[in-house]
T-cell receptor, first 114, second 111 residues
Framework: NAGVTQTPKFQVLKTGQSMTLQCAQD?????MYWYRQDPGMGLRLIYY???????DKGEVPNGYNVSRLNKREFSLRLESAAPSQTSVYFC?????????????FGNGTRLTVT | QKEVEQDPGPLSVPEGAIVSLNCTYS??????FMWYRQYSRKGPELLMY????GNKEDGRFTAQVDKSSKYISLFIRDSQPSDSATYLC???????????FGKGTSLLVTP
């Protein structure tokens, strides 16, 4: 019973490098989300996918792109990493894209950009 | 002003104490209120869920919502060292998909 799985767990990038963060859920959930968590800032929504085939911007989308590959998988891409993107990234999912629907989180990817 | 305000702490209490964690919010349209617990190096996990006003109890945990004051609380009775974690409040209205999170309160329960 894996829930939400994120890979990799840790990553160090140099400024300007690109990478893709992977997320997969096995709960047959329809909606998936990417958040970043920074000290003193809390959790901030980057992008979300209400259902397979749709994606929308959240609060802090600049510098990121996403792909909802299928119902299970939702990836986050950094095309040209910047030190300001040093953060912990969390993927989350929920069964239905409706108000108040509780989120299930993965254990995060810790990214450092030097 | 952020829509959800939460004192970051840290809060340190002895084992067995009653802990009170709080959030205030500014958006009167918020209807769904949640508390998440986050252990170090882990993702947040849902602890309590409340719709609209009132109290909800689950074991040692009680969640309270006072919509007239725009204030929510989480009480932990007989606190244990295993309760040491960061507690995040989250809330949403009827219109959007996204939750609005507080910044989290760090709690340490010492034996």
């Amino acid at each position: 019973n894996a829930g939400v799985t994120q890979t990799p767990k840790f990553q160090v990038l140099k400024t300007g490098q690109s990478m893709t963060l992977q997320c997969a859920q096995d709960m047959n959930h329809n909606s998936m989300y990417w958040y970043r968590q920074d000290p003193g800032m809390g959790l901030r929504l980057i992008y979300y996918s209400a259902s397979e085939g749709t994606t929308d911007k959240g609060e802090v989308p600049n510098g990121y792109n996403v792909s909802r590959l299928n119902k299970r998988e939702f990836s986050l891409r950094l095309e040209s990493a910047a030190p300001s993107q040093t953060s912990v990234y969390f993927c989350a999912s929920t069964r239905q894209p409706e108000a108040g629907s509780p989120l299930h989180f993965g254990n995060g990817t810790r990214l450092t950009v030097t | 002003q952020k829509e959800v305000e939460q004192d970051p702490g840290p809060l340190s209490v002895p084992e067995g104490a009653i802990v009170s964690l709080n959030c205030t919010y500014s958006n009167s349209a918020f209807q769904y209120f949640m508390w998440y617990r986050q252990y170090s190096r882990k993702g947040p996990e849902l602890l309590m869920y409340t719709y609209s006003s009132g109290n909800k109890e689950d074991g040692r945990f009680t969640a309270q919502v006072d919509k007239s004051s725009k204030y929510i609380s989480l009480f932990i009775r007989d606190s244990q060292p295993s309760d040491s974690a960061t507690y995040l409040c989250a809330m949403s209205d009827n219109s959007g998909y996204a939750l609005n999170f507080g910044k989290g309160t760090s709690l340490l329960v010492t034996p």
